[in-house]
Every structure is written in structure tokens, then in C-alpha cells.
């Protein structure tokens, strides 16, 4: 019962601080587009370890009559991927003011490699949550309106993963 008690409390947490994550315009893009990487990172490791537990406890679990419907992916997994989404949502209006404000300074190299690093993103979240929302996929097409045509490689990319 413990066991169950601390990995519902973790992940409940975890949905928390997601959930209430705020990206504060004060705080340089770098370092926040690294927080919002570090918690989609830490939901990925949790929710791969619910699994695991899933996998080996559910049965004894049910046995005990300690409740399991947490574990299952309707339960607290099912909120922690929604959280992501509002995430990745901030993560892109981030990355789309930060090109904005690279655009007007000419610096095609640091664009670059925002818009690598908000694809990579973009995609990982994509295969965390199982596709993403109408909001995220507006957020993903004002960036890919925003990509000169000198980026057509990143243009191609940003568009393949709006269509999947």
C-alpha cells in the first residue's frame, strides 16, 4: 500500500508542477525553453516507470484490494500528457517570440538552431502524448509561417510533423 501511496503522490505532483508551470518573459529564452525540456524529460522517465510498476505490481495490487485505476493510462498518465500539451503550447509562443527578436537582428545561425531545437521538442512531445492538440498544432503552423524561405529544410520538417 505504501509503495502504491508514494508513486500516486510523485506523479500527482509531478502533473502539479506541470500543471502550474509559468513561463516568465523575464527569464532568458535559453533557460526557460531548458526548464520546459527538463520537465517534458522528467514526465517521460515517470510514466516509463509507471509502466514498469504497472507491469510487475498490478496483479498483487489487485490482490490487496489497493486501488489500480491511477496506473492505468485513462488515470493520472492521461492528465500528465494533457499538462505536456499546455507545455509544449508555451514552448512554441516562447520559441515564436524568440525568432521574432532573432529576425530582426539577422542572426540566421542562432534561428537555425531554435528551430532544430523546437522540432525536437515539438516531436518528442508528440510521441510522449500520442499526437498533439489543435492549439499545439496552431502554435507548431505560426512558426512554420514565420520560417523564411532561405530555411526550406526547416520549413519541410515543420511541416511533416504538423501533418502527422
Keep these: ?22 513561463d516568465d518573459p523575464d527569464i532568458p529564452c ?23 510498476l504497472r507491469n510487475s505490481a498490478i496483479c498483487s495490487y489487485q490482490v490487496y484490494n489497493i486501488p489500480t485505476a491511477w496506473m492505468l493510462d485513462s488515470g493520472i498518465t492521461s492528465k500528465i500528457k494533457q499538462a505536456s500539451m499546455t507545455l ?22 542562432s534561428q537555425d538552431s531554435l528551430l532544430l531545437q523546437g522540432v525536437h521538442f515539438a516531436y518528442r512531445a508528440h510521441q510522449f502524448a ?27 520538417l515543420l511541416a511533416g510533423i504538423a501533418s502527422s
Design 88 to 109: 509544449v503550447k508555451m514552448y512554441m509562443k516562447r520559441l515564436t517570440m524568440e525568432l521574432e527578436s532573432i529576425r530582426n537582428s539577422d542572426r540566421e545561425s
Design 1 to 22: 500500500m505504501r509503495e502504491a501511496a508514494v508513486e500516486y503522490r510523485e506523479l500527482k505532483m509531478l502533473e502539479q508542477e506541470i500543471s502550474s508551470y509559468k
Design 30 to 52: 535559453v533557460a526557460s525553453l531548458k526548464r520546459m525540456a527538463s520537465l517534458l524529460d522528467k514526465s517521460e522517465r515517470s510514466i516509463q516507470k509507471l509502466v514498469v
Design 130 to 156: 500520442g499526437g498533439l492538440d489543435s492549439e499545439t498544432l496552431c502554435a507548431f503552423e505560426e512558426i512554420r509561417q514565420r520560417v523564411p524561405g532561405n530555411l526550406a529544410g526547416s520549413r519541410e
